[in-house]
């Protein structure tokens, strides 16, 4: 390679290719218990495990004073398509995080669940362990496809969501990187069998077909939805799988492409974006579509800068025709990859089916299965499950998981679906959550109902603000000023987060606070406000505020709800109200409100 070719790539291109198939230096650097530290390049490396390396930022400037290192330790994160899991299995991450972790454990917006504090020396054990339960951590992070998400409720008065679970583990096989690094690292060594063997010596990575040998330039996200249900908000996803059904026969998926959450405010040239539909492919042509479409990312991304390397803006910058054609030069390549005979693929790919999202369900609440067993949604703020004050939800959860509930779901709003219930628990069940003191879906407000935050400070390194530690006092603010304006039926989207990244999707949201920066004399976080998404996820939000101080974000919205209350229109929703009216008539009355609130002076 050349000097100039060189210059193209970001560093994490070479650690990637030097990497020989993701092994890197990971196990020779676990084996120093000298430091909670690890370099840069194993840092890399071990996102693909499943593993974010982090530190207690509350911690830092303490034990800066006292000379020691950061308060280092890793996030783990499981992949878990569909979010199905066992009660073992959920008991077992309990067990874990009690034994390796921080105690808690942290169901995500991508129906995954997140262990934190797991320490450099326990590591190896928590995810050997989270192997040892069926589970694993592979792909969870890092360039490469993350967990497969789809709509996780057990209806089954029909087929249709079965099948697209079976979908989810299809897929999420079919883009599972081929290397043995992980087995041989986490698990055992394939040829010894031995526990601990450094397996970095290895001269050649394994070949992979569909990743190469640097993977995706980033992370790529795939999520699967129905028309009348889009709970996993299928056009934030790199590649979206609408499911279209005649009955209980899947006809095929509407494909869309290039959603994505994150942004650099700063940066012009970096922005959130909602997928666009680029074909229909049938049941038997998915997986070479879906092959084409990575490839076309992994040939094309740009591998020089990581904020311009999402598929988003490849489609952004080619328009989607041409990414249509590209991808349909493409499948040849991906029917090969697939086993497919040549021309198994419709080429050029048929246009969308006509059906689009109509529809959201959070699946909050007891419903019938239709196999005779019952299952609860249950809502769990911000996806935190912990023992602390009167809320028990982890002793709760232990009991439940232990004799009353065989499975679970995971949603991407962070909450928990408790599966397979025989119809004669019920009652038991709503009294051990009442004993320990955990809120059912009626007990809790609309505006609770819909709201959630990323983990954000003290952990995460890229957070600027608060975010998961703020949002449930900044809830009981804002219950208050819906409840006043008798709206507290209104159903409504509220995601924060502690930074522009966008990991609990703020900017298809009603409401969307984001973290910006910090006052410099107080501390006290800055947020912008987008304004005008929707509760099924079809719409971005725009700007309304910016560099608003956390203990105003609520005034900033009270004129923004007495506004809706007055001139929506017959069955309005807020995102579609704010949405109609725009961001300069909701200032103008804002700042109208303001005027008639400022006190008169005597001259």
């Known amino acids: 390679m050349s000097e100039q070719e060189a210059v193209k790539r970001s560093k994490v291109e070479f650690i990637k290719e030097a990497s020989v198939g993701l092994r890197g230096k990971i196990l020779t650097e676990l084996a120093d218990t000298s430091s909670g530290d ?35 330790s ?100 079919h883009v599972r990187p081929k290397t043995g690094a992980y087995r041989e690292i986490w698990i055992e060594d394939l040829e010894s069998g031995e526990r601990r063997r450094v397996v970095e010596e290895r001269a050649e990575a394994e070949d992979e077909p569909l990743y190469g040998k640097t993977y995706m330039p980033r992370k790529f996200k795939i999520g699967i939805a129905l028309p009348d249900d889009n709970c996993i908000d299928v056009y934030s996803h790199d590649l979206g799988l609408l499911a279209i059904f005649d009955g209980d026969r899947l006809l095929g998926f509407n494909v869309s492409v290039g959603g994505g959450m994150g942004t650099t405010p ?88 006509p059906a689009d999202v109509v529809g959201h369900d959070d699946h909050m609440g007891w419903y019938p299965q239709g196999d005779g067993k019952w299952f609860l949604g249950l809502p769990i703020e911000n996806g935190r499950v912990h023992d602390q004050g009167t809320l028990r939800l982890k002793s709760a959860l232990r009991v439940l998981f232990t004799d009353y509930v065989p499975n679970a779901r995971l949603t991407m709003q962070q909450n928990l679906l408790l599966c397979d219930i025989d119809e004669n628990r019920q009652t038991d069940i709503n009294r051990i959550l009442a004993d320990h003191g955990v809120a059912t879906v009626e007990q809790i407000s609309a505006t609770r109902r819909h709201a959630y935050a990323c983990p954000a400070l003290p952990t995460c390194g890229l957070a600027v603000t608060e975010s998961e530690r703020v949002l449930p006092a900044l809830i009981d603010e804002i219950e208050r000023e819906v409840a006043g304006l008798g709206l507290s039926g209104e159903e409504f989207t509220i995601r924060m987060t502690g930074c522009p990244n966008g990991c609990a999707r703020p900017y298809n949201a009603d409401i969307g606070l984001v973290g910006r920066s910090v006052d410099g004399k107080t501390g006290e976080g800055k947020y912008t406000i987008f304004l005008g998404g929707n509760l099924i996820s079809t719409r971005l939000g725009v700007v309304y505020k910016d560099l608003v101080l956390l203990s105003q974000i609520t005034a900033e919205l009270k004129p923004v709800l007495e506004c809706f209350q007055r001139h929506r229109t017959p069955g309005e929703s807020l995102g579609d109200f704010c949405d109609r009216y725009g961001m300069d008539m909701l200032e103008s009355f804002a700042a109208s409100q303001a005027d008639t609130t400022q006190p008169t002076t005597d001259t």
């Open 38 to 72: 690890v370099t840069g390049e194993t840092e890399r490396l071990l996102k693909f495990h499943g593993t974010y390396h982090q530190d207690d930022r509350d911690l830092r400037k303490e034990r800066k004073k006292q000379g020691l290192e950061k308060a280092f």
């Open 266 to 353: 700063s940066n012009k040239l970096c922005f959130p974006a909602l997928g666009q539909r680029l074909g229909f492919v049938t049941p038997s042509e998915t997986l070479a579509v879906i092959s084409a479409i990575i490839m076309v990312e992994r040939d094309f991304g740009d591998r020089a800068d990581r904020k311009q390397a999402r598929l988003k803006y490849l489609v952004h910058r080619w328009g989607i025709e041409a990414i249509k054609a590209k991808v349909e030069e493409y499948l040849p390549q991906a029917e090969s990859l697939c086993g497919l005979p040549a021309g198994s693929v419709t080429n050029p790919l048929p246009t969308p089916h």
């Open 74 to 173: 890793f996030m783990v994160r499981n992949r878990i398509p569909g979010g199905k899991i066992t009660a073992a299995q959920f008991l077992g991450e309990l067990r874990i995080a009690d034994e390796l972790g921080n105690q808690t454990l942290r169901l995500t917006t991508r129906q995954s669940i997140q262990l934190h504090g797991v320490i450099k020396d326990n590591l190896w054990d928590t995810i050997h362990q989270i192997n040892q339960i069926h589970l694993s951590t592979q792909s969870a992070c890092g360039d490469v496809t993350r967990n497969v998400c789809c709509c996780p409720a057990p209806l089954r008065f029909d087929s249709r969501r079965d099948q697209l679970q079976d979908w989810a583990d299809k897929i999420a096989e």
